[in-house]
């Protein structure tokens, strides 16, 4: 017992779904309506040897911008996005630090080297569980370290950029300094 027309699709749409899309394509194209202007007072009719003055546009007065559609606004929000980034790269850069992902891809190393050298493989499969499992987070740094200055970057901007990527803070302490 069932409806006949629930086991097949016809190619027709809902008559409601169909008629939202309509207006929704349809808010798309439409103008935004003008903001109603507050009422002027009529200039006075000027006289034979008067002169009227051509009304000045106020320049200074915000122009009201129509409201941005949702993805207009994604996209907004993403040139604005993209630009801070932007600025963000470039003072990394004039500071002499790394690009984050090149720190990311570093510490990333770093912790598949320190847990190869530490065994952590076989240590799991031994005890059945990476539970209690304790890391050097020194030479975690330590090899960030290292690999980032093999990559051309200098023993402080490499310190530095560790240290703000992994300890969450602008200058590295005395044990990343070492390094």
């Given at each position: 017992m069932g409806?006949?027309?629930d086991d097949h699709d016809d190619g027709e749409q809902d008559p409601f779904i169909q008629e939202?899309?309509?207006?929704?394509?349809?808010?798309?194209?439409?103008?935004?309506?003008?903001?109603?202007?507050?009422?002027?007072?009529?200039?006075?009719?000027?006289?034979?040897?008067?002169?009227?003055?051509?009304?000045?546009?106020?320049?200074?007065?915000?122009?009201?911008?129509?409201?941005l559609s949702a993805s207009a606004e994604a996209a907004?929000?993403?040139?604005?996005?993209?630009?801070?980034?932007?600025?963000?790269?470039?003072?990394r850069r004039a500071a002499g630090l790394p690009d984050r992902r090149t720190v990311d891809g570093a510490v990333s190393a770093a912790l598949a080297q320190?847990?190869?050298?530490?065994?952590?493989?076989?240590?799991?499969?031994?005890?059945?569980?990476?539970r209690g499992m304790v890391v050097d987070g020194e030479a975690i740094l330590r090899h960030a370290i290292l690999e980032l200055r093999a990559r051309a970057c200098s023993k402080e901007a490499a310190s530095r950029a560790?240290?703000?990527?992994?300890?969450?803070r602008d200058t590295p302490g005395p044990a990343l300094a070492s390094g």
């Open positions: 409806y006949h027309h939202f899309l309509k207006e929704i394509a349809m808010d798309a194209y439409d103008p935004p309506e003008p903001e109603p202007k507050a009422s002027e007072p009529e200039p006075e009719p000027a006289g034979e040897d008067e002169t009227v003055p051509e009304p000045v546009a106020d320049e200074a007065a915000p122009v009201a911008a129509p409201p907004a929000h993403r040139r604005v996005e993209a630009e801070r980034k932007r600025i963000e790269r470039a003072e320190v847990l190869r050298e530490g065994k952590a493989a076989s240590r799991v499969r031994a005890r059945g569980s990476a560790v240290a703000e990527r992994l300890l969450g």
